[in-house]
């Protein structure tokens, strides 16, 4: 048996989706803003991360961890995002500032060089790629924000890396 | 190969500008790096304008959203329950007319699929469709799924052999309802002690006389409560029937 008069919403979810965005919401609009760079597409992917976040909170992971995992949510949608964008316009391979740079590492150091081409990277690469060489996380926070191994870490970087390198050869 | 940078993470610096315990930075480096101090006051300014502008903005849409959700999912289990229980009256009927077309119908149709019973105890109400957990003085409502015929009767007996006729209350014959729409039987039932008691609910083309169903079921009662148990079908000449047991029990 069930009660039929089992109410649907009640103020205590309705405050706990204000607290919940809050304590997140400033993480998230923060970390999309960085990836996006665009204040509107910011809102909204904060938004979208928010509801994503919420309706897996109790997945979410003690204190420590809570950032990491908010950040790999977010870096996931965003990422998505621009790759969506991209494929609405033609893809912006930025291979003639890696062959003028000569250098593969040093141009990597570029953040703004480095962004454009982990945009154009493939899905599974891109989000390594972008907390390493945009973000400047060593590999064990790469590892410890998207939740893989190291050593997968280790194979994802190096496969960005090749194809950075195929495109600075031309 | 890794950028070789001084440059904290932006993790980290977003870490220190949302005031979390922040791994230990370089702190000669942060005091000098115009990137980082940049970075770490970019995170800053973000963050407030979300506090600030987004949230109080965006916060009754996301809410909005998650209720929204919510909603849907408890009025697809209302929704979804009607539409689950004529799928099944309509299963019962395919077993019920290949029984009527075989020799031996011994099997009848189904009633707690088919039927919504509705119980009061108290200020209590809930769904008792299954009809087990029924005491003594509940008051139960009961909702019919139409089947396509346009006269219904609905009646009981219990284990005293007592048969009443629930709808139409008092009636001679059975009532005209829309074919083609759930009926809510008007009013409530008061139940009494007596255990088992067997609702069968009757849809026909034309009438049926109210008299002849009685004594079919004062007769079925008057078998005991463990035939009232089993049987699920009575020889009425209705073209669909359906049945429910109540098992009541004293608290």
Same mark, same amino acid.
């Given at each position: 048996m069930t009660d039929a008069l089992e109410k649907p919403w009640d103020e205590a979810a309705d405050d706990r989706v204000s607290r919940l965005y809050s304590a997140h919401g400033p993480a998230i609009y923060a970390r999309c803003q960085r990836l996006l760079r665009d204040r509107a597409l910011a809102e909204d992917a904060t938004q979208e991360v928010f509801i994503r976040i919420y309706r897996h909170i109790e997945k979410a992971p003690g204190s420590d961890e809570v950032l990491a995992w908010v950040y790999r949510i977010a870096t996931n949608y965003c990422l998505n995002e621009i790759r969506g964008r991209k494929r609405r316009r033609e893809v912006d391979w930025p291979t003639a500032e890696l062959q003028v740079s000569g250098n593969l590492e040093s141009a990597l150091l570029d953040r703004d060089l480095a962004a454009r081409l982990v945009e154009a990277?493939?899905?599974?690469?891109r989000a390594v790629a972008w907390l390493h060489f945009v973000d400047g996380m060593d590999q064990t926070e790469v590892a410890r924000v998207l939740g893989l191994s190291r050593r997968t870490v280790v194979h994802r970087m190096r496969a960005f890396i090749e194809l950075a390198r195929k495109l600075a050869a031309g | 190969m890794s950028p070789k940078t001084p440059h904290p993470s932006s993790f980290e610096i977003d870490k220190l500008a949302l005031q979390e315990p922040a791994s230990p930075l370089p702190g000669s480096h942060l005091g000098a790096c115009p990137r980082c101090q940049e970075d770490l006051a970019q995170t800053r300014a973000e963050a407030d304008h979300f506090t600030q502008a987004v949230r109080p903005r965006t916060l009754p849409d996301v809410r909005r959203r998650l209720t929204r959700r919510r909603f849907r999912l408890w009025q697809l289990s209302v929704i979804a329950a009607p539409a689950l229980a004529a799928a099944s009256v309509m299963l019962a009927m395919r077993v019920h007319w290949a029984h009527q077309e %075989? !020799?031996? $119908?011994a099997v009848g149709i189904k009633g707690p699929a088919a039927l919504r019973l509705f119980v009061r105890r108290g200020t209590r109400v809930f769904d008792a469709s299954d009809g087990r957990?029924? #005491? $003594? %003085?509940d008051a139960i409502r009961l909702v019919v799924p139409p089947a396509g015929e346009p006269y219904l009767l609905v009646a009981s007996v219990d284990a005293q052999a007592k048969a009443s006729i629930y709808w139409p209350f008092g009636g001679a014959q059975s009532g005209r309802i829309d074919p083609k729409a759930r009926f809510e039987l008007p009013g409530s039932i008061t139940l009494d002690p007596a255990s088992p008691e067997r609702i069968f609910i009757f849809y026909s083309r034309k009438p049926l006389l109210a008299e002849d169903v009685l004594t079919l079921l004062r007769s079925l009662g008057a078998r005991g409560g463990e035939a009232i148990r089993t049987t699920? #079908?009575?020889?009425? $000449? !209705?073209e669909q029937q359906t049945t429910l047991l109540l098992e009541k029990r004293a608290p």
């Open positions: 990277a493939p899905t599974r690469v | %075989g !020799a031996a $119908p957990d029924l #005491r $003594p %003085g699920e #079908r009575v020889a009425v $000449p !209705a």
